[in-house]
């Protein structure tokens, strides 16, 4: 009978392949992976474990945080911080860089990762998520700072996330393909079902708050009022919209069946450049995206190109099937050049403040 792969066997198998890995990531990867089923098996047991609900305080970016939020962000911390793999850890959670402790080794690799993504959903038993980074931290540097994190997504050495849905699922890159493992709970292993995920190049469904609509900038506006007039408009056929409102639940429907996700530069808060962030949800989603066939930007610049400025910086994003998002990006180019008279008429409102 033969034995389906488990996410340990799949790791050690890219390990072998290529020279350049060593045990240590492996390993890094192994406490990772437990960092997952821990806190699939916590969100499993949901109000039976009396985990519900909001937690006292608010995180570092001033949004309310869950108490799952709290435990999710430890879970993350005491599971990656022993195993001397890694030498420093950067959390949503946290505003300043966390230090692997004294009484542990540190190792050569920095962790960036959002504990639980979408909590909004949780206390309504929608899907959830895990996401992770891990990047190489440059010789000689014994205490990490956020500098040293502030590395283009193109950088990433691995990056993924796990999906805690009806069933939890961990997805991952090492830069050889997107694969999906599902969480067997009977053995307590990531079982590899989805190897090699591929995102089509064209789709018919969007993502996207359309409750921001007024905050958009025109091209963006440009590219939801042609899906909308569906196939008597210029795009000659019907689009479905989707909204979750978990990132992670977002790019894993696009990873299984295609798709556009959008959360655009908008002009509601004009201190944000965007809603999510940069180093721990937009590069490591960009990457994946990328590694299965689709494209990821954030309307004007690859993402994964984009240079770091801040921890926690947030940047606009446009990801999934790579005929929509080019699409975009040239919506965006001609809007900037002037290009795009018709879509900046009163029809589809004033220009917005973003735009001289
Ligand atoms: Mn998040
Ligand atoms: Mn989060």
Redesign the pocket.
Known sequence: MPLESTLTEFIIGEQRKFSRATGGFTALLNDIQLACKRIACLLGRGALAGVHGAAAGENVQGERQMKLDVMANDIFLRTNEWGGHLAAMAS?ELEAVYQIPAQHPRGRYLLAF?P????SNIDVNVAVGS?FSVLRCAEGVSVPTAQDFLQPGAQQVCAGYAIYGPTAMLVLTLGHGVHGFTLDREIGEFILTHPDLRIPGETSEFAINASNERFWEPPVRRYISECLAGRSGPRGKDFNMRWIA???AEVHRILMRGGLFMYPKDSKDPAKAGR??LL??ANPMAWLVEQAGGAASTGRARMLDVAPEGLHQRVPVVLGSREEVERIARYHAEHDQGADQPYTSPLFNKRSLFVQ
């Open positions: 949503e959002d639980l993504d979408g909590s996401i978990s990132f992670v999510l962030r721990y949800e």
